[in-house]
C-alpha cells in the first residue's frame, strides 16, 4: 500500500470514529474483517495519535479557523484537518507541504472545492505558524 493509499485509510478511519463510541481498536478489527484493511505502522500511528492528541490538534485548529467554530466545520473537513495537523506536528519525515497537499487532495475527493480552500489555508497557517 502506498503512502497516500494508507492516508486515505487513516482518514476513513479518523472520519468513522466520529460516529461511533467503539475505542480505536475495535474499529480497526471492524475494517480488517469489513474492509479486508490491513492497516500498516504508518495508519495506526496515525489513527491513534490523532485521537491520542485530539484536544491539542482541536486547539490549534480553533486558532486557526479565523471566523469558525470547530463545530461548524463539516465533519469531513475536520477530519481531514486532524490528520494534516497530526502529521505536521508529531511525524518528522513528512514534510508539511506533504500533508498539506494530500490534505486538499482528500478534500477534493471527499468535500468540495471550497472544503479544499478553506483546508490549504488553515494547513498553509498552521505551517507558517510553526
Avoid: H
Amino acid at each position: 500500500m502506498t503512502r497516500r493509499q494508507a492516508r486515505e485509510e487513516a482518514f476513513i478511519l479518523i472520519f468513522e470514529k466520529q460516529f461511533n463510541l467503539l475505542d480505536i481498536s475495535e474499529i480497526l478489527e471492524i475494517a480488517k474483517e469489513v474492509r479486508d484493511l490491513e492497516p500498516d505502522d504508518y495508519i495506526k500511528t496515525v489513527f491513534s495519535g490523532v485521537y491520542d492528541n485530539v484536544d491539542d490538534i482541536d486547539s490549534i485548529i480553533s486558532e486557526n479557523a479565523i471566523g469558525w467554530k470547530i463545530n461548524r466545520i463539516s465533519k469531513v473537513s475536520l477530519c481531514i484537518l486532524r490528520l494534516a495537523i497530526y502529521e505536521m506536528k508529531y511525524i518528522d519525515d513528512i514534510p508539511p507541504s506533504v500533508s498539506i497537499n494530500e490534505a486538499v487532495e482528500l478534500a477534493k475527493k471527499y468535500a468540495t472545492k471550497e472544503d479544499a480552500s478553506f483546508i490549504n489555508g488553515i494547513l498553509s497557517t498552521v505551517e507558517k505558524s510553526k
